[in-house]
């Protein structure tokens, strides 16, 4: 950043500028709000130790016979460790004094747009991390693997609803197996496969709404790795809500603009998620 402190954005471009970034940030995180949520702003400290109780089963005590004593107390906790994340954009006044369009909201919804995808790519990020998978690099995903994911989740006691997050190369498998597309003889596609045709959207599959997401990213073998999870998975710790400050840079007749948050974000519940593993082909 620059020395100088005056600002360079009038009140009226900083309130656009803000209000464009807020609402494109909430607007474009798709895993964020899919995950468990902690927050922490105005707390002192950086990391929050979120507390792992164990299950309780019931008794099936005779008559007049005391149920047993079952302790409840946390018998693990997970760690999530705040960091700050930003971005910046020098905006030159030459670029701001011959722009066509709101220069402001513009700026606003790149920076929103920018930590979006930082947000999704370090959720995104834990998804190989469980311990469960179904499907290979090797081959195209498929229908039955969302089955086998549901399968795993409810075998695992996983809280319901469920979720999915998939590539849209993963995601057009998917499609192209519920409309019957390729086959010789077209049959009619169930409402699922004529809401795909319609909508391309996958929908709910076996308990499982599945969400598209491009931050999804391939293994070392090149395949993508997404991921059908409970909330409970994941955690999501925000310390610092996003903000946007700029400084006046005279010396480069340009105002930066910076847009920056600080959160945390971990595993939860290794048995609450399972990896979807296709190919990165489409």
Do not use: C, W
């Not at 997401?213 to 059908?228: N, Q, R």
Request: proline fraction near 4%.
């Amino acid at each position: 950043m620059a020395n100088e402190v005056d600002t360079g954005v009038s009140t009226a471009l900083y309130a656009n500028m803000v209000q464009a970034a807020l609402f494109t940030l909430s607007e474009r995180t798709v895993i964020r709000p899919l995950v468990r949520q902690y927050d922490m702003t105005g707390t002192p400290g950086l990391v929050a130790q979120i507390p792992i109780y164990p299950a309780l089963t019931a008794d099936s005590p005779d008559d007049g016979a005391d149920l047993t004593n079952k302790a409840f107390e946390v018998t693990t906790a997970k760690t999530l460790t705040a960091a700050e994340k930003g971005v910046l954009v020098t905006l030159t006044d030459l670029a701001q004094e011959t722009a066509s369009e709101d220069v402001a909201a513009a700026v606003g919804r790149q920076i929103g747009d920018a930590m979006a995808k930082k947000v999704d790519t370090d959720l995104a990020a834990l998804f190989p991390g469980f311990s469960n998978s179904v499907g290979s690099g090797a081959a195209e995903l498929t229908v039955e693997d969302l089955f086998k994911a549901a399968a795993t989740l409810r075998a695992n006691q996983a809280p319901a609803p469920y979720v999915a997050v998939v590539h849209p190369y993963q995601a057009y498998q998917l499609k192209k197996q519920l409309t019957g597309a390729g086959n010789t003889a077209m049959v009619n596609p169930s409402d699922l496969g004529n809401e795909a045709l319609r909508a391309g959207l996958v929908g709910t599959v076996a308990g499982i709404t599945v969400f598209e997401s491009t931050v999804i990213t391939g293994d070392s073998a090149g395949a993508y790795v997404g991921a059908a999870m409970s909330a409970d998975a994941i955690g999501f710790m925000l310390k610092r809500s996003m903000r946007i400050e700029n400084q006046r840079d005279a010396s480069l007749r340009a105002t930066e603009i910076v847009g920056s948050m600080a959160y945390g974000v971990g595993e939860l519940f290794d048995a609450y998620g399972v990896q979807l593993i296709g190919d990165a082909n489409l």
